[in-house]
């Protein structure tokens, strides 16, 4: 009989952390509808955009992780973290439903500038959030590597090396099992983390919709 390989104890509470984020996001979209009646905005069509795109990469990581396919895990992150990046570039124009409506229509985010007057690229985005969160510049400019073909691939089919004979053993198939607990544990709390970026960002938009006129416009700039 053939025994199934698992994590250890400290990846599947991590896994599980993940599949927890589901029920959160899933009500966060509830309220993104407001009371019955309210207006619809162009970043309202951001919003849904953003949430559904998070729900579906953050499955996907949890089901390669549980296959122990982490280049492709690694890969599927860069773009887990891209959408909680991209939607909180509202946060930063001038006018979010003009960029809302934009991104909608087509325009590339990264053509568009922020009330600065600087481009919208991934590294500025990362830039305006990595005061609240110092862990985005190291862990994106790592995961880039996995995105576009580079030598990211070509290290993680090494599967040893002897450094007295230079002997270098090579792993050719679709899982990843000699990586330690911690490669897997970075992947799944970086998902769990940029969950909750986008999570403050949808909430924070929430909330806006739900002022008055008066509030909205005594609120801090």
């Not at 795109?53 to 895990?73: E, G, K, P, W």
């Not at 909180?88 to 990264?110: L, N, Q, S, Y």
Request: aromatic share 10%; with cysteine.
């Amino acid at each position: 009989m053939t025994q199934t390989v698992r994590h250890p104890a400290e990846v599947r509470e991590r896994v599980d952390l993940l599949r927890c984020d589901r029920e959160p996001m899933l009500q966060i979209g509830k309220e993104l509808s407001g009371a019955p009646g309210s207006s619809f905005f162009p970043l309202d069509l951001l919003a849904y955009g953003a949430l559904k795109r998070n729900l579906s990469t953050s499955a996907a990581i949890v089901l390669l992780v549980d296959a122990f396919n982490l280049q492709a895990a690694r890969a599927l992150l860069r773009i887990h973290i891209d959408t909680a990046l991209r939607f909180a570039a509202a946060w930063f124009v001038e006018k979010p439903h003009d960029f809302a409506a934009a991104v909608h229509g087509g325009t590339r985010i990264d053509k568009m500038k922020d009330r600065d007057g600087k481009r919208l690229t991934d590294a500025r985005l990362v830039e305006l959030l990595s005061p609240d969160h110092p862990w985005l510049p190291a862990v994106y400019e790592n995961l880039s590597g996995y995105v576009h073909f580079s030598g990211s691939h070509v290290s993680g089919s090494i599967a040893s090396f002897n450094e007295d004979t230079h002997e270098v053993s090579f792993h050719i198939g679709e899982t990843d099992r000699h990586f330690p607990p911690f490669s897997w544990i970075e992947v799944l709390d970086c998902t769990h983390d940029a969950t909750g970026i986008l999570a403050h960002y949808l909430q924070g938009y929430i909330q806006t919709k739900a002022m008055s006129p008066e509030e909205f416009a005594g609120r801090p700039k």
